[in-house]
């Protein structure tokens, strides 16, 4: 008696996961989105003094799943390529009396916790959550050549990333420590189609810059990164 019971509640729990997992499966959406994105950095000296830049434009694009949590509620990890980046006078890199646009590309993936709610014949949702980005290169170009030491290279070339200054290559600029941390805000509106259009704020949490020979110097380096989006979910 005692095994039958057993092998019946057994029996009765695996029933309910696997309904209960087949439930969250079949609501589960993969999607894909792409969209316009404008970069910046906030730039600081070893005074605490900041270093004003401007905004780039770049692109994005990536995947994203959509997973119930429960009602209205569902959590949403996104694997992007991303073009982030700044533009600044008088760089250290470029020198004084010159400007430098400098592109870096990132893989990030931002873990989102969405809500939503029905407005018209769609759906409105806003979410928040943690981002992790890791640098994989970039492009530099300055207005003018670059004269490094006694040496003059031309005005373009490659980006890269480090933890350390000393670990530079030459005539590539150095942008940041690889990895990123950082928050991400969207808000966004998903039509009866499937189609959705979103607004991403994004603002780094670590600091990027690179130390001097294993000491930091106690600059600043994050980065800044506002988007749109427009994507489909399958």
Sequence with gaps: MKMTFKALFTTA????LTSSLNQINAQ???GIQAGYNISSVLMKDIDGKRNPTQSVSGFHIGLNVDMPLGKNFYFQPVLEYIIKGFEQNNNYFSGSDNEIKV????I???INFIYELNVDKGKLYFGAGPYVAYGIGG???SKTDVLIGDIRIENQGNVHFKNDFMNGSFGEYLYGKPWELGSNI?????????LKVQINNQMGINNLQPKVGGASEGSVLKNRVWSFSLGYSF
Excluded: D, E, S
Excluded at 13 to 16: N, P, R, V, W
Excluded at 103 to 106: G, L, S
């Design 139 to 141: 492009k530099w170009k």
């Design 13 to 16: 729990l695996i029933t309910i």
């Design 108 to 110: 990030q993936l931002p």
């Design 28 to 30: 589960t959406k993969v």
């Design 103 to 106: 592109k870096a590309n990132y």
């Design 186 to 194: 969207l808000l966004g509106y998903r039509f009866v189609n499937q």
